[in-house]
Nanobody, 122 residues
Framework: QVQLVESGGGLVQAGGSLRLSCAASGRTFSSWAMGWFRQAPGKEREFVGYITPSGGSTYYSDSVKGRFSISRDNAKNTVFLQMNSLKPEDTAVYYC???????????????WGQGTQVTVSS
């Protein structure tokens, strides 16, 4: 069982940067693959990227590749999403999720955070 809490969202100008954090409870954080997803108004939840349990590998959607970076600090039970060169189309509620396997599919994640709003102005 894992509980996840996102933080770090807010308002930012286009071209700016923002770092989101996801703090996990429990003692098994390092055994979980961690994914980031986002959902804009009127749209389906969209895959952003994931990081493997050890942090050795990451994978990103084409829409954020080269601009976003995922990292994790297993000693602190925390995963991060560094967002650079932000665009207005990045505006969404961002969610972190934990799952037993690396996946870009939301259905493969067992636990979800409450989400944090990111708004990018033009």
């Amino acid at each position: 069982q894992v509980q996840l809490v996102e933080s770090g969202g807010g308002l930012v100008q286009a071209g700016g940067s923002l770092r989101l954090s996801c703090a996990a409870s429990g003692r098994t954080f390092s055994s979980w693959a961690m994914g980031w997803f986002r959902q804009a108004p009127g749209k389906e939840r969209e895959f952003v990227g994931y990081i493997t349990p050890s942090g050795g590998s990451t994978y990103y959607s084409d829409s954020v590749k080269g601009r976003f970076s995922i990292s994790r600090d297993n000693a602190k039970n925390t995963v991060f999403l560094q967002m650079n060169s932000l665009k207005p189309e990045d505006t969404a509620v961002y969610y972190c999720a934990a799952g037993p396997w690396n996946s870009w599919l939301p259905k493969n994640y067992n636990y979800w955070g409450q989400g944090t709003q990111v708004t990018v102005s033009s």
